[in-house]
Structures are given as structure tokens and as C-alpha cells.
């Protein structure tokens, strides 16, 4: 066998015994341990990582886990951003929503990253992505047009390329 | 602190329902389906809160459900037609 | 102890009780559907969030514990996937990605 191709095949087989084990710890959370209900939980994970590697094809694009971790602290305190602004909007008398449509250029690739990103947006305060085409043009639904959005935007798609080290990146897009 | 949750609880399911109330009539279909939405994340809170209140950790598992109806129902919704209100299992788009 | 958890889980627990009542008047007042919609995700994902992290002191063990914040996953990872899929919905347009 070419060393190309066994390198594949020790990435891909690692990948699948990973997802596999995420499955089974999930399933052991959610069900509890009981060795007579362990062969269920197996057959369930092994089950899921099939579906998965079908759905989500391995791939052996590299996610840093320094920005991964700086990822996962942000996004609550984010999460506490965006829901204290629409709180702020619906409770002030004066209703201060300007909603809008505004279109932002992605220069991620179609496929797991994008929709990463459209996932991470609709967390973010004030945006929420509708729709995007297939040239990568992002439409999203803001709250309140007045705002900066589209520089957010462009910051935001900037920290989230930190995560995967390049080899996402579209072939150069103007905007 | 039960008695605390029961209370927060039987708000929450008052909020939850003027909610329902509001988004099941309408106007739009998108509208109706936040209403599913809303039983995932009011129901869930509600499921949740009962279940540490009343040590019933079953609760958990119909919060999780709850859940998992809303994410399905928004799929399937997203599967029909956008805009036509066809009820015979729209097309795949 | 016991003090410490229960004012924690009465703060967060009232925190996400208000989050709700602020996405409750979101989805009365807001002019459009695309606007509720931001009520509805932003503002009762996070009283879920406060309420399952209220909880989470209260859990009688860890495995409990760690099933809330499973939940807790599993209704953002929802919440924020049905909001997009809701929202092309009710743009009428727009190719599914």
C-alpha cells in the first residue's frame, strides 16, 4: 500500500473511533451505565458513527484546539450579548428595532465550515443568516441596520479562520 | 428551593403560553413553527425545572425530547415548499 | 455551602426567567416574523442556558449534571440550526445551502 493512501486510512480510522466514543459517552450520559444495557448503548454509537461519516464525511482538515478553547469561552458570553440586546429592544417603550437585510461576502468554502459559521452568526447579537448562494454571498437579517454590522461580520469571519489552520479558505473572492 | 422552582415553573408555563398564543396565529407559517420552537425551549426550561424540583428525572428526558421535536419539526418544515401552505408532505427541494 | 448553591441557583434561575419574559414581549411586539424570530433565539436560548446553569448546583450527582448540560447542548445546537432553516422559510428565496 502507497504511504499516502495508509496515511488516509490511519486518519480516517481514528477519526470514526473518536466520533465513535463521543457517541457511546453521550449515550452513557443520557441513558446511565448499566453493563446489562451496555450492548444497546454500543450498537446505538456504532449505529451513529455510520449515519455520521455518511453525513459528515471525514476530513482531515486540522482544528486548532488553542482557538477551539477560545472559541468555546466566547461564545457564551456572546450568546449573553445577544440576548441582552433583544431584551433591552423589546422592553424599551420606544421599540428600537430598525430590521434590515444585509448581504455579507463569505470567503468560506460551501460545506462544514460555512454552515460552522452561519451557526456561530445566528448566535451573535443582532444578526441571524437567512440564506446564502452558492457564489458564497451571505444574507443575513439584522435587528437594527444602525449598527455596524457588516464590519462585525468581516471581524467575525476573521476569528473563526483561526480555527481551521488555512486549507478552507475559497479560492480569492473580492469583498 | 422546590417550592421556588414549582413557582418560576408555573410563570415560565404562563409566558410560554401567551407566547404560543401569539406566534399560533400567525400570520405567517414561519410564525406557527416558532411556535414549536417555543414549546422546545419554554417546555424544556419548564420539564427541566420540574424535574430538580421533584427529583422525577424522567422530566429530563421529556425536556430532551421536547428538544429534539422543535429541531425535527423546523427540518421538516424547510423540506416543503417555501411560501405555499400545502399540508400532503410538500416536495423535496 | 448549600447557602452559596441555592443563591446561585435562585440568581440564574431568575435571570432566565426574565430572559423569557423578554422574549415573550419580543414575540408580542416586534413588527415582523424575521424580527420575532430574533426574540425567540436569542432571548429564550439564553433563559434556557441561565435556567440550566440555575440547576445545575441542585443536580444530585454529576451523571445528572452532565445530562442537563447535555440538554443545554443539544437545544442551542436545535435552536440554532431550526432558526436559519425558519428563516429562509420566511424569506420565500434563496437556495438551501
Known amino acids: ?175 | 428551593m422546590a417550592e421556588f422552582l414549582y413557582v418560576t415553573a408555573a410563570l415560565l408555563l404562563l409566558l410560554t403560553g401567551l407566547g404560543l398564543a401569539r406566534m399560533l396565529w400567525g400570520p405567517s407559517p414561519a410564525d406557527r413553527m416558532m411556535a414549536a420552537q417555543l414549546v422546545g425551549t419554554g417546555g424544556g426550561a419548564i420539564a427541566l425545572l420540574i424535574a430538580t424540583a421533584s427529583g422525577a428525572t424522567a422530566m429530563i428526558d421529556v425536556a430532551l425530547v421536547l428538544a429534539l421535536l422543535a429541531a425535527f419539526a423546523a427540518v421538516a418544515l424547510s423540506l416543503g415548499e417555501p411560501g405555499t401552505q400545502q399540508r400532503d408532505g410538500g416536495a423535496n427541494s | ?97
Open chain 1, 1 to 175: 500500500m502507497p504511504a499516502e493512501a495508509e496515511w488516509r486510512q490511519s486518519v480516517f480510522s481514528l477519526a470514526a473511533l473518536r466520533r465513535f466514543a463521543t457517541y457511546l459517552a453521550l449515550w452513557l450520559i443520557l441513558i446511565g451505565f448499566n453493563i446489562a444495557d451496555l450492548a444497546i448503548g454500543v450498537a446505538a454509537a456504532a449505529w451513529a458513527t455510520i449515519v455520521s461519516i455518511l453525513l459528515l464525511p471525514v476530513n482531515d482538515r486540522q482544528i486548532s484546539p488553542l482557538a477551539l478553547a477560545k472559541h468555546c469561552l466566547r461564545l457564551p458570553w456572546q450568546s449573553l450579548v445577544a440576548g441582552a440586546d433583544v431584551a433591552r429592544r423589546a422592553l424599551d417603550p420606544r421599540l428600537p428595532v430598525q430590521p434590515g437585510f444585509i448581504t455579507h461576502a463569505t470567503g468560506l468554502a460551501d460545506g462544514p465550515g460555512r454552515n460552522a459559521f452561519r451557526a456561530i452568526m445566528s448566535l451573535q447579537p443582532g444578526t441571524l443568516p437567512v440564506s446564502v448562494a452558492k457564489s458564497g454571498d451571505m444574507l443575513i437579517h439584522c435587528l437594527d441596520m444602525s449598527q455596524p454590522i457588516a464590519a462585525q461580520l468581516v471581524d467575525e469571519e476573521a476569528l473563526f479562520l483561526q480555527l481551521t489552520k488555512g486549507g478552507e479558505k475559497h479560492p480569492k473572492r473580492n469583498g
Open chain 3, 1 to 97: 455551602m448549600s447557602l452559596m448553591a441555592d443563591t446561585l441557583t435562585i440568581a440564574a434561575v431568575s435571570a432566565g426567567l426574565f430572559f423569557f419574559l423578554a422574549g415573550t414581549v419580543g414575540l408580542l411586539r416586534f413588527p415582523d416574523t424575521l424580527t420575532r424570530l430574533h426574540a425567540l433565539t436569542k432571548a429564550d436560548n439564553l433563559g434556557f442556558g441561565l435556567i440550566v446553569l440555575g440547576l445545575l448546583p441542585q443536580s444530585p450527582d454529576v451523571a445528572s449534571g452532565l445530562k442537563l448540560v447535555v440538554v443545554w447542548l443539544l437545544v442551542q445546537l436545535a435552536g440554532a440550526s431550526a432558526s436559519q432553516l425558519i428563516a429562509q422559510f420566511a424569506s420565500k428565496g434563496g437556495p438551501s445551502a
